[in-house]
């Protein structure tokens, strides 16, 4: 039988944010920036491996940019172009 106080804090627990590293927020923030939640854990993958500040600032320019629709691909596009500018972080 399962106790009523263990689902309660389950249910608690699948609400809150899991996030303990930088470049989780990170990733988690330009999803939000670039209105693609879809694809969350990519931009936190790009966190992990490339400077945080480089990506934000990408981030923030597209997300700034009225005429785009689509600024997940953009920001996927002009990354690919710039990628070798942005340095890798060190692990």
Request: charged share 35%; no cysteine; aromatic share 8%.
């Amino acid at each position: 039988m399962i106790n009523k106080d263990y689902l309660k804090t389950i249910k608690e627990r699948a609400g809150k944010s899991h996030v303990y590293k930088k470049f989780q927020l990170t990733g988690l923030i330009i999803a939000q920036l670039l209105n693609d939640e879809e694809h969350k854990s990519l931009y936190i993958k790009l966190a992990k491996e490339y400077d945080n500040q480089k990506l934000l600032s990408l981030a923030k320019d597209v997300s700034e940019r009225k005429k785009i629709e689509n600024k997940g691909g953009y920001f996927m596009k002009v990354f690919t172009n710039i990628r070798k500018d942005i340095k890798i972080r060190k692990k």
